[in-house]
């Protein structure tokens, strides 16, 4: 996959400084969303413990971004830190991390409330409705406006085209294989998701690790009740990778012989360790 990084994102929050000790974060919001719903309270949480936050906005133009854009959307802003951060999705979101994670390395991810791809969308839709699938039927009316009035409209058919019955068939997107990615995920849900729990289970069983469902829980999870304990389980999640991980500068396509970008250094200098670094499988 080949990033336009000639073409900048249109808008960004970011708050906080990295350092040595703590990995940029970067969060990824979903469809219908836009930045303000990590703003709310995710960014300065992070920011307030140590942490560069940053919140891209992920909308396109007209009938919105592709999943390839969104994912070289994630690589421009990647590519323009120092040091590769850690990933965090929600929703759909999510799934461009998946995807992303498909050609690149980060030393972390976190899915929350994560859709496993975006066909799976247009099925949770049957019977529900749109505002209470995005954002949980508890969530206020001014958040709601707040957090999707910088929305695509085209953002949910480029995610979901069986949503747009006008669209041309598209090729079927592949899910994200285990041995796909050897980065350390955590999943978490809500007992209260509007979108099915038993998803988070699979997604997690899929990548070999657990779902985390946290109750009372609703979809929109950075700012609904309870936003509080899950931004917690990140934070003392992203420490403890850390204290196994070094961040580095992502390069290329993940392969079975580990290579990574020497922070630093100009050239592309590569070292072989002799066991994943962040504690995965090989």
Request: charged share 25%; hydrophobic share 40%; net charge positive.
């Amino acid at each position: 996959m080949n990033p336009d990084t000639t073409r900048p994102l249109r808008q960004k929050i970011d708050k906080g400084s990295a350092s040595s000790a703590r990995p940029a974060l970067v969060f990824i919001h979903g469809a219908g969303h836009s930045t303000q719903c990590w703003d709310e309270h995710f960014l300065d949480y992070f920011a307030d413990r140590g942490y560069r936050a940053i919140a891209p906005d992920m909308h396109g133009r007209g009938r919105g971004a592709s999943i390839a854009d969104r994912v070289n959307r994630v690589h421009a802003l990647v590519a323009d830190l120092p040091s590769a951060p850690i990933l965090i999705g929600h929703a759909t979101g999510g799934y461009i991390v998946q995807e992303y994670l498909r050609t690149h390395r980060t030393p972390a991810a976190v899915l929350l409330c994560s859709a496993p791809s975006p066909t799976h969308l247009s099925a949770m839709m049957r019977g529900t409705r749109l505002r209470d699938l995005l954002f949980g039927a508890g969530t206020a009316d001014a958040l709601v406006e707040a957090c999707y009035a910088d929305r695509d409209d085209g953002a949910l058919r480029a995610l979901s085209p069986a949503l747009d019955p006008t669209q041309e068939p598209r090729p079927k997107l592949r899910l994200l294989r285990p041995h796909d990615t050897l980065t350390p995920l955590l999943v978490i849900d809500g007992s209260r998701d509007s979108w099915d729990p038993a998803v988070a289970r699979s997604l997690a069983r899929d990548y070999h690790t657990k779902a985390e469902l946290m109750p009372g829980l609703r979809h929109d999870a950075m700012h609904g009740p309870g936003w509080m304990a899950v931004a917690e389980r990140i934070r003392r999640w992203v420490e403890a990778v850390h204290l196994r991980v070094s961040a580095v500068r992502t390069i290329g396509p993940p392969d079975r012989v580990h290579r990574f970008g020497v922070v630093g250094t100009s050239a592309r200098t590569t070292v072989t360790p002799s066991s994943p670094p962040w504690g995965g499988r090989r």
